[in-house]
């Protein structure tokens, strides 16, 4: 009997050791909405006024190379949640929603079977195959979730209407309902991860008062790489594709659009002050690891380009920003060249709170980088867009340095090659895809390309409309071979009920 005890009591210790809530950090995820890595003071923006992203870069890790696999709302938050390339979650406009074991493998389901406390807020962006909204609500001990867009209006919000009258904009009232979190988690006993999904600063740009105020009628600094006329030695491609031909605010009436952008991002720097302060005064500052990043990035007029989704540097890299409280002092501040991605964080997620990161999936655990910023994690990663007329999807390879992109659409243009020297050429003016200086670096992205397109071919998910890529990204198949495919694609889906129902226009 006595070793029974013995046994037991042990086991308890070793029970306790092992998942007691102290040894395992909190977690809070904060997560814009199309914020372009320029939109951030710390990332050397001088117009927008962001001083709590700006401090938390101080405190923490700033990331330099961080992009977004696939650079668009639904597809890029499934990258997020399950570590996964889009085409293994399958989770797009015109895809399809996400299978709910991809849902149940994520970060915030398995942190929560591991004992942790788990809220989430704001705009979760995509739906679970076969299932209502509704079905996301008890994946999380606290869910103030909103169906589609969401809306600027916090009243219009039920998961955050209680904050309406002090916080009519939603950026603050997240902050407001994440102090009520930090209470109730507290509360809990547990670890807790708390992942809030802002609306700012997507379109349509309504910023709250208090911050356009600081913006009203200014003029701003135009990224190097502005207009139209800085796009011409692009791709053909490129210029068929919705950021071309849509979003013309951008060229229109720049200083108007920038001002309201950057006052929504200063909306969600308030918030982030608002936490920040939340934990200092529940005394959980020190053991909360705060990460901030975004689900894509935004062309801001750069090329000539409005929207997100294309390849280039503005539309696809977003800021990342983690801070470790943990850490030596001697790591604050630091800066990280290395190439890192939205699939990226799911592992990072999953290696701070202990539990086992997944075997197989795309992305890594970031926190290496943390204590060693010279690092790499990878030495290269694929950017893909599967969405949208056909013309202006591609694949792209970035590696430290450098970016390759394939455009494979041959129909009345050819496809087109682009080899971008980012270490001298950040802003992509130059392809330098023909320069035979450049004979080696294109051979080498060629064999990342033709890697990455052989994981497509032995990985894709099935029944999402993705069994083609293999052959239309394909480098070296010709475009005769390629261009029936996408005839008879157009041909099936009308037929396709899977499509009917995801097909939701992007704002
Ligand atoms: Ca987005």
């Known amino acids: 009997m006595k070793s029974i ?3 037991v009591t042990l086991f308890s210790l070793l029970h306790r050791s092992a998942f007691s809530a102290e040894d395992r950090p909190n977690i809070i995820f904060l997560f814009s909405d199309d914020q372009t890595i320029r939109a951030a003071g710390c990332y050397g923006n001088q117009d927008i006024i962001t001083p709590h992203l700006d401090q938390l870069a101080k405190d923490g890790t700033r990331f330099a190379n961080h992009y977004n696999t696939t650079s668009i709302c639904m597809a890029s938050r499934c990258c997020v949640l399950t570590g996964l390339y889009e085409y293994r979650h ?15 493998a994520s970060y915030p389901v398995q942190l929560r079977q591991a004992g942790y406390f788990t809220g989430f807020a704001g705009k979760i962006g995509f739906l679970l195959e076969g299932e209502p909204f509704e079905a996301f609500e008890n994946q999380f001990d606290v869910w103030a979730g909103g169906p589609g867009q969401t ?3 916090t009243a219009k919000n039920q998961g955050i209407a209680q904050y309406a009258q002090q916080y009519p904009h939603c950026s603050r009232a997240y902050g407001a309902w994440a102090l009520d979190f930090l209470k109730s988690a507290k509360k809990s006993g547990k670890p807790f991860c708390m992942s809030i999904s802002f609306k700012a600063p997507h379109l349509p740009f309504t910023p709250d008062p208090i911050d356009m105020k600081l913006y009203e009628g200014k003029t701003f600094t135009r990224p190097a790489n502005y207009g139209v006329e800085n796009g011409k030695h692009l791709s053909p491609q490129v210029h068929t594709s919705r950021a071309a031909s849509g979003y013309r605010e951008w060229m229109n009436d720049y200083d108007g659009t920038v001002a309201k952008y950057y006052a929504l ?6 918030a982030l002050g608002m936490i920040r302060d939340g934990l200092v005064r529940e005394g959980l500052s020190q053991n909360t690891v705060i990460i901030f990043t975004s689900d894509n990035g935004y062309n801001s007029g750069s090329h000539g380009f409005g929207d997100k989704v ?3 540097e503005e539309g696809s890299k977003s800021p990342l920003i983690i801070y470790d409280p943990r850490l030596p002092k001697q790591h604050a501040g630091q800066v990280s060249d290395a190439i890192i991605a939205n699939v990226d964080m799911a592992a990072t997620i999953f290696a701070l709170s202990g539990v086992p990161v997944p075997e197989g999936i795309d992305g890594k655990n970031l926190t290496p980088l943390l204590t060693k910023p010279e690092g790499q994690v990878r030495d290269h990663l694929p950017l893909f867009n599967f969405w949208g007329t056909s013309s202006a999807q591609s694949m792209a390879i970035v590696s430290p340095g450098w970016k390759y992109i394939h455009w494979y659409y041959g129909e009345g243009m050819k496809p087109t090659e682009e080899l971008f020297q980012l270490s001298t050429d950040g802003i992509e003016m130059f392809n330098t895809a023909e320069n035979t200086p450049q004979a080696d670096q294109i051979s080498t992205m060629r064999d990342f390309y033709d890697q990455e397109l052989a994981k497509i071919a032995a990985n894709v998910v099935s029944d999402h409309g993705y069994e083609n890529y293999p052959t239309l990204f394909s480098r070296t198949i010709p475009w005769g071979q390629k261009a029936p495919l996408l005839t008879a694609k157009k041909a099936a889906n009308p037929e396709n009920p899977k499509k009917k129902r995801k097909a939701k226009k992007e704002e």
Not at 90 to 104: K, M, P, S, T, V
Not at 265 to 270: H, L
Request: proline share 3%; with cysteine; charged share 20%.
């Open 151 to 153: 809306e600027y209006a």
């Open 265 to 270: 991002i200063t909306g969600v720097d308030a």
């Open 90 to 104: 399958g989770c797009n406009f015109d895809h399809g929603d996400l299978a709910r074991h991809f849902f149940e």
């Open 5 to 7: 005890l013995l046994i």
């Open 310 to 312: 294309i390849p280039y």
